[in-house]
Structure formats: structure tokens, C-alpha cells
Nanobody, 119 residues
Framework: QVRLVESGGGLVQAGGSLRLSCTASGRTFSPYAVAWFRQVPGKEREFVSSITWRGGSTYYADSVQGRFTTSRDNAKNTVYLQMNSLKPEDTAVYYC????????????WGQGTQVTVSS
């Protein structure tokens, strides 16, 4: 069974940067795609970005387009989320998730990492 572990969260001032990592362990990791989501207490989980594991195609929510960049290191079974020009509204718990097939759902989730952006 695959396990996803996020790291890299923390407290940063508005305008600053953070890089989150999502590392997979367990059996061979070869998903169709890995995504980042975020959630604020009392609100629905929000899609942030995704990347296909083989081709490296990336997709972003409008709210982070141009500020966030997702990348992957297949050899390390790791996906990154580089977050620049952070805003207080980016404050949330960030989760990574994997889905196995193009038409599937994200069925493997990490435990989340807190990102707090102070104004």
C-alpha cells in the first residue's frame, strides 16, 4: 500500500515563499497523477494543482496560477509545490493526493501540512 507524506509547511509573511513536498513510500508508486488540495476549517477542500506522473503535464487553480508551480522527481517518488508571492488567503492545510487512472478519483491522501501566511 502506498503512503503519502507531506512536508514543508510553516509560517511565512505575505509575499514570501514555501516549498511543499509530497513523498510516496510503500509499493511501487506509478499513479496517473498527483494533486495538491487545500482546506480551511469550515470550507470545502479546494483543488490547487496537479501533475501527471509520466508526462509532467500541470494544471492550476485560477487562484494560484502564476504564483505556484508543481513539479515531480520520479526517482525520488516526490512531488513538489513551490509557492511564491504567498497571500494570507493561501492559509490552509495542504494535502497531496494520488489517483491511479485518468478517469479515477484521488484515492490516496497524505495527512496534510499547515501553511500559514501572515499579513
Amino acid at each position: 500500500q502506498v503512503r503519502l507524506v507531506e512536508s514543508g509547511g510553516g509560517l511565512v509573511q505575505a509575499g514570501g515563499s514555501l516549498r511543499l513536498s509530497c513523498t510516496a513510500s510503500g509499493r511501487t508508486f506509478s499513479p496517473y497523477a498527483v494533486a495538491w488540495f487545500r482546506q480551511v476549517p469550515g470550507k470545502e477542500r479546494e483543488f490547487v494543482s496537479s501533475i501527471t506522473w509520466r508526462g509532467g503535464s500541470t494544471y492550476y487553480a485560477d487562484s494560484v496560477q502564476g504564483r505556484f508551480t508543481t513539479s515531480r522527481d520520479n526517482a525520488k517518488n516526490t512531488v513538489y509545490l513551490q509557492m511564491n508571492s504567498l497571500k494570507p488567503e493561501d492559509t490552509a492545510v495542504y494535502y497531496c493526493a494520488a489517483r491511479q487512472v485518468v478517469s479515477g478519483v484521488y484515492d490516496t491522501w497524505g495527512q496534510g501540512t499547515q501553511v500559514t501566511v501572515s499579513s
